[in-house]
Structures are given as C-alpha cells and as structure tokens.
C-alpha cells in the first residue's frame, strides 16, 4: 500500500484536475493474523493496532491483516508460524497456546481475580513482563508475547437445566470443555461431568443433551445463538478472566530500529485498550437480549462467590504440581493480584475523600 500522499491540485479553465502523488513504501511489513471474525474483540484490537503504527510510524511500518484461517487454523500452527516468520503477529487464548507454553493456563485459574479493574492493572504490568520472559525462554527467542488483552469478558456458568447458585448446584451437570486439562479439573472439583466438546458442535450438543452447560462469555453465548439450543440459565460467577494473549515474532521485532520498537510497543498497549472495552460495551445488548429471550441471569451472593472459591481451590494445587513452571507463573500472579488490589483501594480510598 502508498503511504503519506501528498497531493497537489491545479483547476483550470477546461475542469482538468491535475494532481502529483508522492509516496514512500513502508520499510517493515507485519503480517497479522486473528482466528475469529470482524465481530470479535480481535478484530477490533488489531484494527485499532493498525491505524495507530501507520500514523505514528509515518508510514515506516505497514500492517497487514489477516482474519480467519487464512494463514493458519489452530494455535499450535499459527504459534509454529510465529516461530519461523511466516507470521508476525497472532493472538491466542490461554488454551491456544497452552500446548506450546503451558504456564499461560494460570490465566485460567478461577476466582484469582475480582473485576475488570484489577484484572486490567495486573496485565498492564509485570506480571506481563515475567510471562514474556518466560515465553521467549521456552522457544528459543524465537516467539514473544507482546500484550494480554481481553477476548469476551468472563467466564461464567450456563446450563439448560437450573439456576447455579452455589457448588451444590453443579453436581452431576454434563459441562461443555476444551481437551485441556485445568478446565476439566474445575469442572470436576465443583461436582461436575467435563466434557470435551468441539466448538462447532455444541449447540447441536446442547439441543441434543450430550452436554448440558458451559463456561463461556456472553458475547459468545448470544453470537452462537445456545439460547436457541436450550441454554437458558446464566450465572455470573465470573471464573476466569478471558486473557488474550498477543504474539510476535522475536526477530522481526528486534530488527526494527528502536525508534520504531517504540511505535510497535505503543501500538500494542492501544490494542490492549480497545480489547479492554470493546467486551464491555458487546456485553450490554447481549445480557439485555439474553433476558429478553427469558433466560434466568443470576448473581451470585459475595458469599456464594467465595464458596465457589472455596470448592475450586484445589484446582490451585494441582496447577502448580503438574503443569511445567506452574508454580512459578502461579506466585507471580498471585502477588500481582496482591499488589493491584492494595493499588485499587488505595486509589479508591482517597477519590472517596
């Protein structure tokens, strides 16, 4: 693509518009890739991403986007094509990249963090920073992870059959998982039945019974339409903060000058911005549509929510005995859950005065 044109116009007498163009190629070229679709928070963050590395580099760097499969389908492919250059930049979820770097599951631990607001302060700081280390330890230099942003909200509970109001209200429920095994250990250590399903198959599985809940956001709830299949009970227990995690070829990064780095890193944090809210506001129609539509919304009790917490943490343990370098990613996360709560209060106290 022409970038910083530069236009000149001469109107004359017989209406013949004269005009020069002058246009400088970009000197770096990233390819961007996002397995979802243009009404996905992904998408939103990597348009965001690219409007504002064109401007600030003045057309230095050239960002290409690539939604869908085009350049490759599953986490493990698209991170491999990270790895050899084939591809600059692509976003996974925990559970994406879990098989490369297994530690990123610690995203998906329950009950760790409260609310948007100390969800956001820890992936803005080092907690993001010890987890890129760790990354580009794992592969060699080769794969960095650049930003965590959001990618659907939470994660709450929804089943076809009762309002979940405590962990006595799993018990025996079929549960909608990926093949990964943190998942399936919360889902049994509250009672219930994990059951692996593809993605594109579990309306069918709803309608058919072969599963009877989920651990989904809203916004995927309401756009894949499993109200329709049956799923009808939402309780907003808000288990795990749906990370997205941001990757980037170490090389093609380290080549570019710093001046250019600088530009990259800024555009990254306005990524992480806009994937930040964009859930936020996808999030109203879609609850006020799922209440619509009759289904039961819950919220469940402070108390209530810590018994949850409480049914769960044996999930805490058996992350940092079995997955590699778990325990190390675990303390790191936890004392950042620490530290931004301390920082939030703090900051709250003293708006409140």
Same mark, same amino acid.
């Not at 190629?25 to 992904?42: C, G, I, K, V």
């Not at 992936?123 to 080769?142: H, I, N, P, Q, Y």
């Not at 790191?332 to 620490?338: C, D, R, Y």
């Given at each position: ?155 709450? *509970? ?109 555009? *990254? ?49 058996? *992350? ?34």
């Amino acid at each position: 693509m022409l970038r910083n044109f530069l236009k000149t116009a001469a109107v004359a007498t017989s209406l013949v518009a004269a005009s020069a163009i002058a246009a400088t190629a970009a000197d770096f070229t990233l390819r961007a890739t996002a397995n979802s679709n243009e009404n996905d928070e992904d998408y939103d963050g990597l348009v965001v991403f690219k409007n504002y590395v064109e401007a600030a580099s003045n057309g230095a760097i050239e960002v290409e986007l690539f939604i869908g499969t085009q350049l490759c389908s599953n986490g493990a492919e698209c991170l491999q094509g990270v790895a050899d250059g084939t591809i600059d930049i692509y976003i996974s979820t925990s559970g994406g990249a879990s098989g490369i770097f297994p530690y990123v599951q610690v995203l998906d631990l329950p009950y760790l963090m409260a609310d948007d607001r100390v969800a956001e302060h820890v992936l803005s700081g080092d907690f993001t920073r010890k987890m890129r280390d760790m990354a580009l330890e794992d592969s060699g230099g080769a794969i960095r992870l650049m930003t965590i942003g959001n990618t659907g909200g939470w994660r709450n *509970f929804a089943n076809t059959q009762r309002r979940i109001a405590e962990p006595a209200d799993m018990e025996g429920l079929k549960i909608r998982t990926v093949v990964a095994d943190l998942p399936q250990e919360l889902v049994k250590a509250l009672g219930a039945s994990p059951t692996p399903i593809p993605w594109p198959e579990l309306f069918t599985s709803f309608q058919t019974g072969v599963v009877e809940g989920s651990k989904n956001g809203i916004t995927d709830i309401m756009g894949m339409k499993f109200p329709d299949a049956g799923l009808q009970y939402v309780t907003l227990d808000g288990h795990a903060y749906m990370g997205a995690l941001w990757w980037m070829n170490n090389a093609k990064f380290q080549d570019m000058p710093e001046d250019l780095r600088r530009v990259v890193v800024d555009g *990254f944090y306005a990524l992480q911005q806009a994937t930040f809210a964009s859930p936020k506001r996808k999030s109203i129609q879609a609850y006020e549509e799922f209440v619509a539509g009759g289904g039961d919304l819950y919220v469940p009790t402070p108390e209530q929510k810590a018994a949850f917490k409480e049914a769960a943490s044996p999930v805490y343990d058996w *992350f940092q005995s079995n997955v590699a370098r778990g325990d190390e990613i675990f303390v790191a996360l936890t004392e950042a859950v620490v530290e931004a709560e301390a920082q939030i209060n703090a900051a709250r106290d003293a708006d409140l005065n």
